[in-house]
T-cell receptor, first 111, second 114 residues
Framework: EAQVTQNPRYLITVTGKKLTVTCSQN?????MSWYRQDPGLGLRQIYY???????DKGDVPEGYKVSRKEKRNFPLILESPSPNQTSLYFC??????????FGPGTRLTVT | AQSVSQHNHHVILSEAASLELGCNYS??????LFWYVQYPGQHLQLLLK????DPLVKGIKGFEAEFIKSKFSFNLRKPSVQWSDTAEYFC????????????WGAGTKLIIKP
């Protein structure tokens, strides 16, 4: 079954404590992306990756890092989380021109 | 800057009513157009997409959308909604040839009263 998995699904943390949200896809897609979803703002792209070792900033990259060491994995790293990063995060796989597959989401709360 | 506008942030309908959700985009070139749906507590799923050809596109679950190039619009329609259509609907636009970026609307929350 084609799918995108994310972990954890829910995370509550404190300001400044480094965290990683994992994302994995089993469709051999080259393109992967991270979004955050906030009420009234829709989805905003954080980072995307066109292939292994190729990443680039989206619309709201500040405070985030990513890496793409393997084709199937695209973790999102928050080195020093702040309360304004409290949000719902989605990983997506597949090119925008075909339509993307989304993971189940990670709800992050930073206190 | 390119943008996508969904004019209705909240829509409440009764079952069997007809639905039309508006989507307008600002990019003047050739685009690919998408509607995604997010059911409560679930991830986004592709509802339908338009790349070229017939401007009336049919998607899953009885939804359709019409691309009107002159109006820069891609409105989503369903003749008769069901309670299970309660969800948030997102319009997204991708510039033709730009594989890497979708521009998203803010979403429309649809509530269907049983």
């Amino acid at each position: 079954e084609a799918q995108v998995t994310q972990n954890p699904r829910y995370l509550i943390t404190v300001t400044g404590k480094k965290l990683t949200v994992t994302c994995s896809q089993n469709m051999n897609h080259e393109y992967m992306s991270w979004y955050r979803q906030d009420p009234g703002l829709g989805l905003r792209q954080i980072y995307y990756s066109m292939n292994v070792e190729v990443t680039d900033k989206g619309d709201v990259p500040e405070g985030y890092k990513v890496s793409r060491k393997e084709k199937r994995n695209f973790p999102l790293i928050l080195e020093s989380p702040s309360p304004n990063q409290t949000s719902l995060y989605f990983c997506a796989s597949g090119g925008a021109s075909e339509g993307q597959y989304f993971g189940p989401g990670t709800r992050l709360t930073v206190t | 800057a390119q943008s996508v506008s969904q004019h209705n942030h909240h829509v409440i309908l009764s079952e069997a009513a007809s639905l039309e959700l508006g989507c307008n985009y600002s990019y003047g070139g050739t685009v690919n157009l998408f509607w995604y749906v997010q059911y409560p507590g679930q991830h986004l799923q592709l509802l339908l997409k338009y790349f070229s050809g017939d401007p009336l596109v049919k998607g899953i679950k009885g939804f359709e959308a019409e691309f009107i190039k002159s109006k820069f619009s891609f409105n989503l329609r369903k003749p008769s909604v069901q309670w299970s259509d309660t969800a948030e609907y997102f319009c997204a636009v991708n510039r033709r040839g730009s594989n890497y970026q979708l521009i998203w609307g803010a979403g429309t929350k649809l509530i269907i009263k049983p």
